[in-house]
């Protein structure tokens, strides 16, 4: 007969003793994940690996993995969106970041950058340091030279954000960020490669050039049209429109 604590409620026998475990277990998921993350450099809007991928690396079964998982989001520290991915929550409005990647065409996403990117181009022209500047001639030197379209893609992210940056205005950034985290929800597996890495030609090299340049120049017209063409001649690759 198994014994039982009435002050707790619970089974004080072999029972109690499993159900204590398995709690421990999961609490134990729980933390390893959440120092992975940590510990990993991830930031608002990554993405996290597929669940096989974090099974072999956390050396965790599927079951307590997904029940950390589970944890993770009811705290609010990751979304899921279905078909593609686990992200990391920005901190606040997690919720609501979810919910926009749901209702959010990759063409309405892509016509939200053609709204707000060439602005953030043209307050970069007015406002961007010399430190900046150094930055963003960086960030495009680092794209043109990616071995792998998964390495550019990484590098142009930064790239605009660094445009971004060199408006020095903080608010400008935190539009950049949200607009970038739905991006990175939405715009997962739109594009299928047919080669290995960048060809040396892209046309993206060329336009980042051109934003570069006016940036440098302090033309805020050249670097708003500039971006603009930009985003608009990957617009028209991706979905045949500007």
């Known amino acids: 007969m198994i014994a039982t604590n009435p002050a707790i409620g619970r089974s004080t026998g072999v029972f109690g003793l499993l159900e204590r475990v398995v709690i421990s277990e999961r609490e134990d998921a729980f933390q390893v994940l959440k120092t992975y993350i940590s510990d990993g450099g991830y930031h ?16 965790m079964g599927r079951t307590l ?10 705290d609010g520290a990751i979304w899921r969106h279905v078909g593609k991915g686990t992200f990391i929550a ?5 919720g609501s970041l979810n919910d926009l990647s749901k209702q959010v065409s ?19 022209a007015l406002n961007a340091s010399e430190d900046a500047v150094v930055r963003l001639k960086l960030a495009r ?12 893609e990484a590098q142009d992210d930064t790239f605009h954000r660094t445009v971004a940056q060199a408006t020095n205005n903080a608010l400008l950034l935190a539009l950049f960020d949200q607009l970038n985290q739905v ?6 597996n739109v594009v299928v490669r047919e ?5 040396g030609n892209h046309s993206s090299f060329t336009e980042h050039k051109q934003i570069t340049e006016a940036i440098d120049a302090r033309d805020p017209a050249r670097a708003h049209a500039a971006m603009r063409d930009h985003l608009g001649s990957v617009s028209a690759r991706l979905f045949g429109e500007a």
Do not use: F, K, N, Q
């Not at 608002?44 to 050396?59: K, S, W």
């Open 90 to 94: 920005a901190e606040p409005g997690a």
């Open 183 to 188: 991006r990175r929800a939405v715009a997962w």
């Open 44 to 59: 608002p809007g990554d993405r996290l690996p597929p669940e096989r991928e974090l099974m072999i690396t956390l050396g």
């Open 106 to 124: 990759p063409v309405h996403m892509m016509r939200a950058r053609l709204s707000l990117e060439p602005a953030i181009a043209r307050e970069a």
């Open 195 to 199: 080669t290995a890495r960048p060809a």
């Open 141 to 152: 030197e680092r794209a043109e030279s990616s071995t792998t379209w998964e390495e550019y």
């Open 65 to 74: 993995l997904r029940r950390a998982l589970e944890a993770l989001e009811r």
